[in-house]
T-cell receptor, first 115, second 116 residues
Framework: AQSVSQHNHHVILSEAASLELGCNYS??????LFWYVQYPGQHLQLLLK??????LVKGIKGFEAEFIKSKFSFNLRKPSVQWSDTAEYFC?????????????FGDGTTLTVKP | DVKVTQSSRYLVKRTGEKVFLECVQD?????MFWYRQDPGLGLRLIYF???????EKGDIPEGYSVSREKKERFSLILESASTNQTSMYLC???????????????FGPGTRLTVT
């Protein structure tokens, strides 16, 4: 079945370490790509998105993601994490010819940043 | 700012009860979604709606139904609650973006439902 895969279920880092969270999808054609974040006790919110154009996308709070079409990947990166980045991160894909913007979400990655 | 509200943050129901979860969005979005969020399973789509009175099944519709009588309101109904429906339920809305690019989703705070 076509899907979205997030490789790491739980990542633990120290402050100032660099972060890369993997996301791969299995849909062909043009896709829309998103990363959402859920901070403890808060709503899920958009971190960044890619529809077209420059494959390196910058989001809020210093996050960025790179779309590599040949690898079907949309990995999330941050050069130096902070304790406040502790959260759950979800990759999401809107496949081609999808009704109503229906997204498929990955299983999520829990990031814990140690102070 | 888009605001998506859900009727309850926490709900405790007994097995066999009929349960209504309400969701309201204030940005005139065409699309609305209901998900359940379980640890290690991410977000799983239950139902979605792309217009008033229009709905489609998501990935896990069994045991659920929905209603969308007004554009801003999307209700999730558990006809006869069971313990395996204990979960966090998230509502979201979205609008088609520019040039066919589909928009991101805006989420409500979630309803944590416990069925005993």
């Amino acid at each position: 079945a076509q899907s979205v895969s997030q490789h790491n279920h739980h990542v633990i880092l120290s402050e100032a370490a660099s972060l890369e969270l993997g996301c791969n999808y299995s849909y062909g054609g043009t896709v829309n790509l998103f990363w959402y974040v859920q901070y403890p006790g808060q709503h899920l919110q958009l971190l960044l998105k890619y529809f077209s154009g420059d494959p390196l996308v910058k989001g809020i709070k210093g996050f960025e993601a790179e779309f590599i079409k040949s690898k079907f990947s949309f990995n999330l990166r941050k050069p130096s994490v902070q304790w406040s980045d502790t959260a759950e991160y979800f990759c999401a894909v809107i496949p081609p010819k999808t009704n109503a913007g229906k997204s498929t979400f990955g299983d999520g990655t829990t990031l814990t940043v140690k102070p | 700012d888009v605001k998506v509200t859900q009727s309850s943050r926490y709900l405790v129901k007994r097995t066999g009860e009929k349960v209504f979860l309400e969701c309201v969005q204030d940005m005139d979005h065409e699309n609305m979604f209901w998900y359940r969020q379980d640890p290690g399973l991410g977000l799983r789509l239950i139902y979605f709606s792309y217009d008033v009175k229009m709905k489609e099944k998501g990935d896990i519709p069994e045991g659920y139904s929905v209603s969308r009588e007004k554009k801003e309101r999307f209700s999730l109904i558990l006809e006869s609650a069971s313990t395996n429906q204990t979960s966090m339920y998230l509502c979201a809305s979205s609008s088609p973006g520019l040039a066919g690019a589909l928009g991101e989703q805006y989420f409500g705070p979630g309803t944590r439902l416990t069925v005993t």
